[in-house]
């Protein structure tokens, strides 16, 4: 039985990729970090479900600002995959925050690879890179040859980890890939995400719990693809006999405001009529355009999109009024007694 280690486990990737690796008769581990509410919603199903039988998933305290606590945990559980996932991965937020992204998003990489180095290991290691890292990009579609400009904190904190990456393959043997994801999201993405956010209030204005909604710039064009079949990508990643760094995307590239149009339709709506500006929701600096070029992942293992465009927004809203039909959501919306 082979051991996974995943840092970010209960977020949306990380779920889904317990979800895999489960599947697959992995023992799964994962790094939480201490909260005063439960943070597990995304993966309690995994304990809850009947139909999976001798489940093998383990979470363990900690932190990427906490060295100590990584080496101490790689030590005893010696995995053979590593998947690092956790970072303080909202863009918009990464300007506010700065230096703490950097820290946690940045230098948490550095602290996990050197934790595995300490420690003498041989497990295989995935870096969750970022097609933010492209920013103002130099090339379109953009590929794994493309020059990085960042355009926030978090796409330079990704930056920085990136290049760790490749320098500790380099320089210590590691067996560590970068996959450079462009968008992917589902029903599991956080609610804050642009994405996420236009599909609950398509949810909630249909069903009259809410009136209006804030975005910010329309024009940004994004590559959005299914995050379950981005997480296979990774686990595909790290089964190669030696370590790369892959694009995975879609290579189709849509505005927000179509995001907004489609989602709004799906339900019989003029999104026109709900939609509204805020410079709140404005980056300081925008990514105007993003899409990413697979030739390389396809050729190398295979991997390919199945989940289009407008399968994915359809995906979402519907996941997002069945939620809301419930009566618990409700009343969180305080529409009911």
Known sequence: MKKALITGITGQDGSYLADLLLEKGYEVHGIIRRASTFNTARIDHLYADPHINGVKMFLHYGD??????????????????????????????????????????????IRILEAIREVGLRSRFYQASSSEMFGKAQTVPQNEKTPFWPRSPYGVAKVFSYWATVNYRESYGLHASNGILFNHESPRRGETFVTRKITRAVAAIKQGLQKELFLGNLDAKRDWGYAPEYVEAMWRMLQQDSSDDFVIATGETHTV????????????????KFVKHDPRYERPAEVDLLIGDTTKAKKSFGWEPKVRFKDLVRIMVDADMALLSNETPRKHLGKLP
């Open 64 to 109: 990427l600002s906490d060295s100590v606590n990584l080496v101490k945990l790689l030590y005893n559980l010696k995995p053979d995959e590593i998947y690092h996932l956790a970072a303080q991965s909202h863009v918009r937020v990464s300007f506010d925050i700065p230096e703490y992204t950097s820290d946690v998003t940045g230098v948490g990489t």
């Open 257 to 272: 405001r179509e995001f907004a149009e489609t989602a709004f339709a799906h339900v019989d709506l003029d999104w026109k």
